[in-house]
């Protein structure tokens, strides 16, 4: 499944498309592979490759559902991998965790958060599916603006982490 910005009404303009990483692709994001993909230099990132794990275990473990894994954030402009999005399970009681992260040379660019709205907008509109959330350390301002950018709102704060929510 590819989702592009379109698919939300906020995203002003199309800079990114998301392209859903099938498990064999995933295991071998996981093991230093490109997972199929073309990466601006310094990608992808270690966090790609721990959800792009995540992805290839619950496929060996039977519990992998299409669509609530991993998904590979590409720039509209030239098709180049620029990070990955995903999310941790499938939504649990109507609740579902996103993470993310971008190769450090694409940051500051608005990819991140027209991914974020995006691959949102479209978990929201599952059967089902009320509430997204997403953690980030105290100190990790600039995932907590993307966060903010993208409707979010900080729902609780301890020491380690903060919590941010995006209700349907």
Same mark, same amino acid.
């Given at each position: 499944?590819?989702?592009?910005?379109?698919?939300?009404?906020?995203?002003?303009?199309?800079?990114?498309?998301?392209?859903? $990483?099938?498990?064999? /692709? &995933?295991?071998? @994001? =996981?093991? +230093?592979?490109? #997972?199929?993909?073309?990466?601006?230099?310094? %990608?992808?990132?270690?966090?790609?490759?721990?959800?792009?794990?995540?992805?290839?275990?619950?496929?060996?473990?039977?519990?992998?559902?299409?669509?609530?894994?991993?998904? $590979?954030?590409?720039? /509209? &402009?030239?098709? @180049? =991998?620029? +990070?990955?999005? #995903?999310?941790?399970?499938?939504?649990?009681? %109507?609740?579902?965790?996103?993470?993310?992260?971008?190769?450090?040379?694409?940051?500051?660019?608005?990819?991140?958060?027209?991914?974020?709205?995006?691959?949102?907008?479209?978990?929201?509109?599952? /059967?089902?599916?009320?509430?997204?959330?997403?953690?980030?350390?105290?100190?990790?301002?600039?995932?907590?603006?993307?966060?903010?950018?993208?409707?979010?709102?900080?729902?609780?704060?301890?020491?380690?982490?903060?919590?941010?929510?995006?209700?349907?």
């Amino acid at each position: 499944m590819t989702l592009t910005p379109q698919h939300d009404p906020q995203t002003a303009s199309a800079l990114v498309t998301l392209h859903e $990483v099938a498990p064999p /692709a &995933a295991a071998n @994001l =996981a093991l +230093g592979g490109d #997972g199929g993909f073309d990466w601006i230099e310094g %990608g992808p990132e270690e966090g790609t490759r721990i959800g792009a794990g995540l992805v290839a275990k619950a496929e060996g473990e039977g519990t992998y559902v299409p669509g609530w894994g991993v998904y $590979v954030i590409a720039r /509209a &402009a030239d098709g @180049l =991998a620029v +990070g990955a999005m #995903g999310f941790h399970t499938a939504p649990v009681d %109507g609740r579902v965790e996103i993470g993310y992260d971008l190769v450090s040379t694409a940051r500051g660019h608005g990819y991140a958060t027209a991914a974020l709205r995006s691959l949102t907008a479209w978990a929201l509109a599952q /059967a089902g599916v009320t509430t997204v959330y997403a953690r980030t350390e105290p100190d990790n301002t600039p995932s907590q603006r993307v966060l903010q950018r993208a409707g979010f709102r900080l729902t609780g704060r301890t020491d380690t982490e903060c919590t941010y929510e995006l209700s349907g």
